[in-house]
């Protein structure tokens, strides 16, 4: 079983490489309080903030929980806060 991945686009994969988005415990967007840009785009990465991911239907191919946690904990220890 593969719960080790999300699927996204090669911006969203960018900035949640470099801890500027990441997933809460009930699989919402968290963007990162450091995260600035211009809010007047249709591209805007804050857009996401507090939104539901597309969960597969079944819960046992659900992403792990403590994957993102770990991914959360990385970015917290080097200063960046959601």
């Given at each position: 079983?593969?719960?080790?991945g999300?699927?996204?686009?090669?911006?969203?994969?960018?900035?949640?490489?470099r801890g500027?988005?990441?997933?809460?415990?009930?699989?919402?967007v968290l963007?990162?309080?450091?995260?600035?840009?211009?809010?007047d785009?249709?591209?805007?990465?804050?857009?996401?903030q507090?939104k539901?991911i597309?969960?597969?239907?079944?819960?046992?191919?659900?992403?792990?929980?403590?994957n993102f946690?770990?991914?959360?904990?990385?970015?917290i220890?080097k200063?960046?806060r959601?």
């Amino acid at each position: 079983m593969l719960n080790n991945g999300i699927a996204l686009c090669p911006n969203l994969h960018r900035v949640f490489d470099r801890g500027l988005i990441s997933i809460s415990d009930d699989y919402r967007v968290l963007v990162s309080n450091s995260f600035s840009e211009y809010s007047d785009t249709p591209y805007s990465i804050k857009q996401f903030q507090n939104k539901q991911i597309i969960l597969p239907d079944e819960e046992k191919y659900f992403p792990s929980i403590d994957n993102f946690r770990k991914h959360r904990e990385r970015f917290i220890k080097k200063g960046i806060r959601y």
